[in-house]
């Protein structure tokens, strides 16, 4: 019998359940195994800083090598899992080895979804954007003057299309449904992150599917779209959504639905296997939902460290998001899911808006687009369960202080 935990995947959820066992003085050994050949980092600059040229990769690591020697963290690089065996506690790893464990955190993450090789999906110059490994190539294909197609408008390709105006790409974003970041926010933000783009002179093609891409001695050149145009490239991003790498849970018997199942406490059908971060879930409302975000990887896998050192405190999620474009701000705070109104609210200065979500009269989010104390207010509003005064909330000359009581 070993004590050990085996924690399978090395990002953000991975890397902050390690480092908040430690931090509760828990000295089990930990073994953390990760598929890339680079220590646990963080992702949400690769696609900015990191992309423009702004920051070094060093100063996305979370921590140095030294760390995880001094700690006891045994860090597996270059490798992965291909199966679990729940009866025996073993993780059978590709190259063979075996490891015992005594207790077992899958934050496997999520995959971005990839356009099928019918329609041209596997041409060279076809990219996502997910890992270093990403971000180098793009780094290598985004040269001034070059122009780059983005399939999809949701939050994942508007920052693409973002860095790509900034770094002089002559920029094309298309979006099947009728709006952009339809499934996400409300037509007012929408609007507002629109005209955003389209004063950088990124065009954006609404209603607007792929047919297929165009391809010349296997490299992407072109694109024919559903409106019958067919336009000229030299690469394309591709930003329609991720899935929850949940296969090797369900092959060994977990239960998955949309990603690993887990209660309040992080906890999988298997008592002694936890799943935290963008694979799981979760518990919310009645309901379960997975919450792909830097904020619920870390807080999520933070709660399941306390449960396997001991505690017994359930997680109960705080949702809040975030997303810069330009010099553009955009702080989410809540979870819109389900809204029946929104109230557009102008901001103090030029520039500055907020868009407030309820459902059933109750607010349940706020989207602030360069007003940080509207963001800050909301947040306060939905964690002390105060709903605001409505009338206030729309007048823009009122303190939003007074909200808070």
């Not at 924690?7 to 991975?14: D, E, K, T, V």
């Not at 963080?42 to 979370?62: A, H, T, V």
């Not at 694109?223 to 336009?231: E, F, H, K, T």
């Not at 008592?271 to 975000?293: H, K, M, N, T, V």
């Amino acid at each position: 019998m070993t004590d050990r935990l085996v924690i399978i995947g090395a990002g953000q959820a991975g890397f902050a359940l390690a480092a908040k066992l430690r931090a509760l003085k828990d000295t089990r050994p930990i073994t953390i195994i990760g598929a890339e050949d680079v220590a646990p980092y963080q992702r949400p600059p690769l696609s900015k800083k990191y992309l423009l040229g702004e920051m070094s990769f060093d100063r996305l690591l979370f921590r140095d090598q030294h760390w995880y020697g001094d700690n006891d963290v045994d860090l597996r690089l270059s490798t992965w899992a291909e199966q679990i065996k729940p009866d025996s506690k073993q993780v059978l790893l590709q190259d063979g080895s075996v490891l015992d464990y005594g207790t077992l955190a899958l934050a496997t993450g999520s995959t971005p979804r990839r356009l099928p090789a019918a329609i041209g999906g596997d041409l060279e110059g076809v990219y996502v954007a997910r890992d270093k490994r990403d971000a180098d190539l793009l780094a290598d294909e985004m040269r001034p003057g070059r122009r780059v197609l983005i399939i999809g408008g949701g939050y994942i390709g508007l920052e693409a299309a973002a860095v790509a105006r900034h770094r002089g790409l002559e920029v094309t974003v298309i979006e099947m449904a009728d709006r952009i970041l339809q499934r996400v926010a409300a037509k007012e933000t929408a609007d507002i992150m629109r005209g955003i783009h389209e004063s950088h002179d990124v065009a954006i093609r609404e209603k607007t599917g792929l047919k297929h891409l165009v391809g010349k001695d296997g490299r992407v050149t072109g694109a024919a779209l559903s409106d019958g145009s067919v336009i000229d490239i030299d690469f394309v991003v591709v930003g329609i959504g991720v899935v929850p790498n949940d296969q090797l849970a369900k092959e060994a018997g977990l239960e998955v639905a949309n990603g690993i199942v887990v209660d309040e406490f992080a906890r999988t059908s298997d008592p002694a296997i936890f799943a935290a971060g963008d694979c799981a879930a979760l518990p919310w409302q009645g309901g379960r939902i997975r919450l792909e975000s830097v904020q619920n990887a870390v807080d999520q896998a933070e709660a399941a460290a306390a449960v396997i050192a001991g505690g017994s405190e359930p997680y109960d999620p705080k949702p809040w998001f975030w997303s810069d474009q330009y010099d553009v701000k955009l702080q989410i705070a809540g979870f819109n899911l389900g809204y029946d109104e929104t109230l557009l609210r102008p901001g103090a200065r030029e520039g500055a808006h907020s868009i407030w979500y309820f459902r059933e009269g109750l607010l349940i989010a706020v989207d602030a687009i360069n007003d940080a104390k509207a963001y800050v207010t909301g947040k306060k509003l939905l964690e002390s369960g105060i709903n605001p005064d409505r009338s206030m909330l729309a007048d823009p000359s009122a303190d939003l202080k007074r909200l808070l009581g």
